[in-house]
């Protein structure tokens, strides 16, 4: 990707860029989602996980003023989401929906200039070919969209979103059906993205992705589950443990571990391997490796186990499928 | 240029360009023209002279009127329907456009080449007549309350056609479905433009301004009516 800033720095801006309060959307009898509450601050990267049909893209629809609320309360950069001032807000911020939706009879540059009048950006043609240089596109802007792979597509897309230097960029799942290159091109333009400031709020399915760029997460499943930076989920669902792998099996391992500080309990895990839990990683693993040492135990290993996001996620989404929780 | 100015430009810019390129649609809106304008031809250039005298009492012109009815409703039939479609109107509609300038826009694209192909087609029959057909079919055909009339209802028919159309679009989950329900909604004013023409309805100036004073009523409230119908949440989510 290329490195030419793609937006303004955006300075220091007040309140959150978003705040949700007990939002609700319903079609219906259907509930879309119900009673979700968070906030985003400005800069950061928010990831919005779930599983299909959990409400992310509905909530975003929300957020977006596309559609009205059935409940709740919010303001989007800044702005109370109120139908009054649903085009106001639409000038503030950008959704890339999962969809590009490119008229794929016009050619790229086509399709922009027409979401460049329609924001109402100055110099368009500079902020087109600036757009396009980010996602390095700028060499096919005469192509028309229709000739090009869903990867492409997508780069145009992300292009036409980043247009109007949105204050809240709403990306809804925009790396789906992309190859691993592609992938790691829009990846590194998100980077890129936080580092000019921009707020951008991530629908995934991706949880590697979401792992990677998000500063915080929150896992949706029509009610909002949890919400947190991905290593206070982790260790908010799951005990640290440390895995002690010995060459062969302790004679007395009951009496081993539970004279040792800060170990809170411990199971058998194969043959000469064993799970301790414990407070404080870091000052039981040596306390554990001398001891062990001074038995005349022959150590091969003593790691900490590391909970992945998705473990935190299916332990929140399906907790009776997984059992993985402490 | 002011927000909305630039807005509904930017969308008709789209539109045309869109338009231009969708053979579909373009041989849609060639199909209509050719019925309309080549049956009457080769009738009026096989009459003769003697023959001529019956078309005083008739306003055969009138029948051309089918071609500003149908023509934008093919067009406009597909506008919104179309985008949904295609996944193209979730991200406009994303943008701070309003949605009375987003139909205002796609209505203005299916006004103008409508009404220049009607005015064009007519403009040919006339010069067709005037240079093909037997001594005196030209004089006895083509008179100055016609030409008015084809003048002032072609764009106020569009008008009806395209606003009858969108109203159709927006509530359409398929592009044919909605061209034919279009074409079917404009069967009256054809109707009503036929019985002038074959002298049914008694042609006069009163009827002219009441049909006029009506297709303008119609015309000016459709744009309010058409905004009011166009709902953002169920043309994105598909809950129709």
């Not at chain 1, 957020?63 to 989007?76: I, K, R």
């Not at chain 1, 969809?99 to 110099?123: H, I, K, M």
Request: aromatic share 6%; hydrophobic share 50%; glycine share 6%.
């Amino acid at each position: 990707m290329n490195s030419e800033p793609l937006a303004p720095n955006l300075g220091e801006k007040v309140g959150p860029a978003l705040s949700v309060m007990g939002l609700g959307k319903r079609f219906g009898d259907r509930v879309a989602y119900h009673d979700v509450s968070f906030e985003v601050e400005y800069g950061e990267i928010f990831g919005f996980l779930g599983p299909n049909g959990a409400g992310k893209t509905t909530t975003v629809r929300t957020l977006g003023t596309l559609l009205a609320p059935t409940s709740g309360s919010a303001t989007v950069a800044g702005l109370p989401l109120t139908p009054g001032n649903g085009a106001a807000i639409r000038r503030r911020i950008s959704i890339m929906p999962e969809s590009p939706g490119l008229y794929l009879r016009l050619s790229v540059r086509e399709n922009l200039q027409c979401f460049a009048d329609l924001y109402g950006v100055t110099a368009p043609a500079v902020r087109i070919d600036r757009a396009l240089r980010a996602v390095n596109l700028i060499d096919r802007s005469r192509e028309a969209c229709g000739q090009l792979s869903k990867g492409l597509r997508q780069r145009v897309a992300l292009a036409r979103a980043l247009l109007s230097d949105p204050e809240v960029l709403f990306l809804d799942e925009p790396t789906s059906g992309l190859d691993p290159v592609a992938t790691r091109d829009v990846h590194e333009l998100i980077t890129e993205l936080r580092k000019r400031g921009v707020t951008i709020f991530l629908t995934t399915h991706r949880l590697d992705e979401a792992e990677r760029l998000c500063d915080r997460i929150a896992i949706l499943n029509t009610t909002l589950r949890t919400i947190g930076r991905p290593n206070q989920l982790r260790e908010q669902l799951f005990a640290k443990t440390l895995i002690v792998k010995t060459l062969v099996a302790l004679a007395d391992p009951d009496r081993m571990f539970a004279d040792l500080a800060g170990v809170d309990g411990w199971c058998q895990n194969g043959p000469a391997t064993y799970v301790l839990a414990v407070s404080d990683v870091r000052a039981v693993a040596p306390a554990a490796t001398r001891a062990l040492v001074a038995a005349g135990a022959d150590v091969l290993s003593i790691n900490q186990s590391q909970h992945s996001l998705a473990d935190v996620y299916l332990e929140i989404i399906d907790p009776n499928q997984t059992g993985r929780g402490r | 240029m002011n927000t909305r100015r630039r807005h509904v430009r930017a969308i008709f810019i789209n539109e045309v360009r869109e338009l231009r390129r969708n053979r579909s649609l373009i041989v849609g809106m060639a199909i209509f023209p050719a019925v309309f304008c080549i049956q009457p031809l080769v009738q009026v250039l096989l009459l003769s002279s003697s023959a001529s005298t019956g078309l005083r009492s008739e306003h055969v012109l009138l029948y051309m009127l089918g071609i500003p009815a149908l023509v934008p409703s093919f067009i406009a039939a597909y506008s919104v329907v179309g985008e949904r479609q295609q996944g193209t109107l979730e991200p406009v509609l994303t943008t701070p456009i309003l949605r009375e300038e987003l139909l205002l826009a796609k209505a203005l694209a299916a006004l103008i080449p409508s009404v220049a192909i009607a005015y064009i087609v007519f403009g040919l029959f006339l010069i067709c007549v005037e240079f093909f057909a037997s001594p005196g079919v030209a004089t006895a055909l083509i008179r100055l309350p016609d030409l008015l009339a084809q003048l002032a209802f072609t764009p106020l028919l569009a008008g009806f056609s395209i606003w009858a159309a969108i109203l159709i679009s927006t509530r359409s989950n398929d592009v044919r479905v909605a061209q034919q329900l279009a074409v079917l909604a404009n069967l009256p004013p054809i109707a009503v433009t036929t019985l002038i023409a074959f002298n049914v309805i008694p042609a006069s100036l009163t009827t002219a301004l009441v049909a006029a004073a009506t297709l303008l009523v119609l015309d000016a409230a459709g744009w309010r009516i058409v905004a009011a119908a166009f709902d953002r949440e169920k043309l994105i989510t598909g809950t129709h």
